[in-house]
């Protein structure tokens, strides 16, 4: 069993404690608290984002107007501040919400603002949340489900801390240019699947290339030391290595 501490955060701010237990309740479609190890009394749940790409375990944590955070404002990667009717037309709730978890807010990843029914188009809240970079929902006056839902996809999208790769993006067929792709004869459904978890995989690809930058600099042979054949031969493997990771089929060149 894990530490409930040591994950990645979803901080809902809310007026009530009933209030944002309903919407983690909506919001939550795989709950996995059980699994985890709680050293101190705490409501918080934990939620096991799965998707066809990764999968991964976020803790979700409630802080209400007369509440104290219960986690550490730098493990929160996502913030939602819930809204009722009543508070849409009152920006000090907006802006007290955004700073009332130690900065949380400014660092999130994900930004949020949720009402329970629609905000008006081009109002203040609408243009506070613009300027907030916040997606604004509407979590019950939109139809069924379409708040709670565009909150999940919004998530999903965020790459969290500790996320575990799905088995079968790693058990694709070595990367292959587009013509060769095009003519594999495959179907419009399975080349369209195959062609994202590729992308996902040349996008992770390309950020383990940027973090071996510092062990290349490293290995680089000083000034002055070493012939220039070594040289050229050590920059033109770290440019094979980008280029691979960016796609291109370098067996082919």
Not at 19 to 40: F, H, M
Not at 79 to 105: K, M, N, P
Not at 161 to 185: K, N
Request: net charge negative; glycine share 8%.
């Amino acid at each position: 069993m894990s530490t409930l501490g040591t994950l990645p955060v979803i901080l809902i701010s809310s007026f009530e404690e009933a209030a944002a237990k309903a919407i983690v309740s909506e919001l939550i479609d795989n709950d996995v608290t059980d699994t985890y190890i709680q050293g101190e009394q705490s409501g918080d749940r934990v939620w096991k984002l799965v998707n066809k790409y990764y999968t991964a375990n976020v803790r979700v944590h409630i802080l209400t107007d007369n509440g104290q955070l219960g986690v550490s404002p730098e493990s929160i990667e996502a913030h939602i501040i819930h809204l009722t009717d009543e508070e849409l037309e009152d920006d000090s709730v907006w802006c007290r919400r955004a700073t009332g978890a130690s900065g949380a807010w400014r660092r999130a990843a994900v930004r949020l603002v949720v009402a329970d029914c629609d905000a008006e188009t081009g109002g203040p809240l609408a243009a506070w949340s613009a300027a907030q970079r916040a997606e604004l929902l509407a979590w019950r006056g939109a139809p069924p489900d379409d708040g709670p839902e565009r909150a999940r996809d919004a998530l999903h999208a965020h790459v969290w801390p500790g996320l575990q790769r799905e088995g079968r993006a790693a058990r694709l067929p070595p990367l292959l240019s587009s013509e060769s792709w095009s003519s594999s004869g495959g179907s419009d459904e399975s080349d369209s699947e195959a062609e994202e978890l590729r992308a996902v995989e040349q996008a992770e690809a390309f950020a383990a290339a940027l973090g071996s930058l510092g062990a290349a600099a490293a290995a680089r042979p000083p000034a002055g030391a070493g012939s220039g054949t070594e040289r050229l031969d050590h920059a033109e493997a770290l440019v094979q290595a980008f280029c691979r990771a960016l796609g291109y089929d370098m067996d082919s060149c």
